[in-house]
């Protein structure tokens, strides 16, 4: 099976957002500390949607996967 590689800000173009570095910072500092409790498949900001592609991308552990668990990651952080 072949695996690509993606950058973070790919991620942010998969789930239909602003892929430029301030608009992804804006972005987790919006929505961070995301509750340790809730999967981010399962927070209240994305859409049914984007809901839906990222619990089959985790599911799936497709290639998109690191980027996904990287982003669950910066969004539980406190927001500086």
Do not use: C, K, N, Y
């Not at 695996?3 to 892929?19: D, K, M, N, V, Y």
């Amino acid at each position: 099976m072949h695996q690509s590689f993606h950058r973070f800000s790919e991620l942010f173009a998969q789930l239909g957002l602003a892929t430029d570095e301030q608009a992804i910072s804006a972005f987790i500092v919006r929505h961070a500390p995301l509750d340790p409790a809730v999967r981010l498949e399962d927070a209240g900001f994305w859409s049914p949607a984007q809901s839906a592609w990222l619990r089959e991308e985790l599911l799936g552990d497709a290639d998109w996967a690191e980027q996904i668990d990287r982003l669950s990651l910066a969004l539980r952080e406190p927001a500086p």
